[in-house]
């Protein structure tokens, strides 16, 4: 096997342990008060501009069906609301509250300080090599 075949594979393994590193800790971090994909789906609304559920999954790359059991959590919650659209009666659109927003504020704090701890190993200047790299395998 190729030395960049082996770094390939070794990228991998890297990249999806951190993956599953990142996404375990801050589901740990954000305790009972919302689950990590919550979390996603709730920071792709705080924009503030509604949203239909297809639209969203569409977004964070889910089925429809995944996509409205999670809403349906979140609004249980309090953090969405679902309402019609003023323009056509037929959408349905999906709103943050100010619980949500506040939610998602202190959420955010907390990933904040969770990914400055982590990255604290790396100096500046290979954080931004880091990011430069990334964002070239991103296209």
Do not use: C, W
């Amino acid at each position: 096997m190729s030395e960049r075949i082996e770094m390939i594979h070794q990228f991998e393994e890297n990249f999806r342990f951190l993956l599953k590193k990142f996404q375990k800790d801050l589901g740990e971090l954000f305790g009972k008060e919302i689950t990590f994909h919550e979390f996603l789906f709730l920071k792709h609304l705080s924009d503030g501009e509604p949203q239909m559920v297809s639209a969203l999954s569409k977004k964070m790359k889910v089925t429809a069906s995944y996509a409205t059991t999670v809403v349906d959590k979140l609004l249980n919650k309090g953090y969405i609301n679902r309402e019609r659209s003023s323009k056509d009666r037929r959408i349905v659109e999906l709103t943050i509250t100010e619980k949500g927003t506040a939610l998602i504020k202190k959420m955010d704090d907390k990933q904040t300080e969770y990914m400055s701890q982590q990255l604290e190993v790396i100096s500046d200047s290979e954080l931004e090599t880091l990011n430069l790299l990334l964002n070239k395998i991103k296209g």
